[in-house]
Each structure stands twice: as C-alpha cells, then as structure tokens.
Antibody, heavy 123, light 106 residues
C-alpha cells in the first residue's frame, strides 16, 4: 500500500533553516508528481510546492518568495523540502502528498497524504 | 491565483440528514476540482476528484457535482464518522488553492 512518512520537523529559530524528508513506498516513485502541503495550527490547508516525476518542473506557492526548495532523490525514493529564512508564519504541520501519475492524470490531483511533520518557528 | 470560497462555514446536521456543501472558484477551473475530508489530528482524505468521481473506497453517499466556478458536495444519510471539515481544491492552475473549509458538526 502507498506509504508516505515525513520526518525532520522540530523547533527552529526565525531566520534559520530546516530540511524535511518524506520516504515513499508502495508505488513506483518515479511515475508520480509529488507535493508538499502545510497547515498552520487551527487553520486550513495551504499548498506549498510540487515537483514533476522526473524533477523537470517545480512550482511554488506565492507566499514562499523563493525561500523553499522542493527536491526529490529517486535513488532513495525520498522527497525533500529545504526551508530557508524561516518565519513565525511558517509554523505548521507539513504534509507530503502524492499527485497524479505522469502523463495519465492531472498533476494537481492529490490522492495520498502522509501523516505530517510539525515545524515550529520560535526563538 | 484562483481564490476558492466555501459556504457555509459551519453546517449543523444530525445523523441520517442530507448535507449540501458549496464551493466557488474566482475563475473557471473546468472540472479540475476536488473535495477532501479532514478529521482532527488526521491528514486530509481525498473524497472526490474531477468534480464528480469518487476516490477509491469512498462510500456512495458522497457525491460531487458542478463545473466551471460552482461546485457542490452532497452527503446523504450522514453517518457519525462524517462529522469533519471538508475542503475544496482546484488543480486547474498553479498555484493549487484550497477553500477555507466547511465544518460539518452536530
């Protein structure tokens, strides 16, 4: 079965950096688009970033202003989110999610989600 | 970016009722549209994609309709496990955007 397991969350000071990881299993990683979506405490869902199955395309949420980078390592079946210059409003649960199957489905259709990892930005 | 709005913000219902949730997009998203259910402490779960196709394992009491800018999620014969927050999402344009959610409660 599809499994997405996030790690790397924790407390980080404002202006600091953090790298989140998402270990994927139960499907052919290189066939699917992958996303990061976040949810601030008590708030709604905010899409963060997407990366194409082969890494050829990446898109980001407007609010990130170039501070985050999405990366995938196909040799490790792992998705990453590199977070730089973090701010208090980056505090959220970060979900890794699987998008559509390349060339067959819409990339933005998000079918499977991990359980999330909490990032808290605080001094 | 495309702005998604949902109504009502909260829907108070009873088990066995029919619930109708609405979502509107600020511009046409064709049928590139989805509904998600989220319970406290859990990740969202895909219910409907393509505006009206149920995802794998989703009961038939959930149905979606609409296209363009107006969409509806209908839940018939509400069960206790259906009390949750429901989010709509468009995937027609980048960035992807979600609605603010509708809470379905007693």
């Amino acid at each position: 079965q599809v499994q997405l397991v996030e790690s790397g969350g924790g407390v980080v000071e404002p202006g600091g950096s953090l790298r989140l990881s998402c270990a994927a299993s139960g499907f052919t990683f290189t066939d699917f688009v992958m996303h990061w979506v976040r949810q601030a405490p008590g708030k709604g869902l905010e899409w963060v970033a997407v990366i194409w199955h082969d890494g050829s395309n990446k898109y980001y949420g407007d609010s990130l202003k170039g501070r985050f980078t999405i990366v995938r390592d196909t040799s490790k079946n792992t998705l990453y989110l590199e977070m730089n210059t973090v701010r208090a409003d980056d505090t959220a649960v970060y979900y890794c999610a699987r998008g559509g199957q390349s060339y067959l489905e819409a990339p933005g259709k998000i079918e499977y989600w991990g359980q999330g990892t909490l990032v808290a930005v605080s001094s | 970016e495309i702005v998604m709005t949902q109504s009502p913000a909260t829907l108070s219902v009873s088990p066995g009722d029919r619930a109708t949730l609405s979502c509107r997009a600020s511009q046409s998203v064709s049928r590139n549209f989805a509904w998600y259910q989220q319970k406290p402490g859990q990740a969202p779960r895909l219910l409907i994609y393509g505006a009206s196709t149920r995802a794998t394992g989703i009961p038939a009491r959930f149905s979606g309709s609409g296209s363009g800018t107006e969409f509806t999620l209908t839940i018939t014969n509400l069960q206790s496990e259906d009390f949750a927050i429901y989010y709509c999402q468009q995937y027609n344009n980048w960035p992807l955007t979600f609605g603010p959610g509708t809470k379905v409660d007693l």
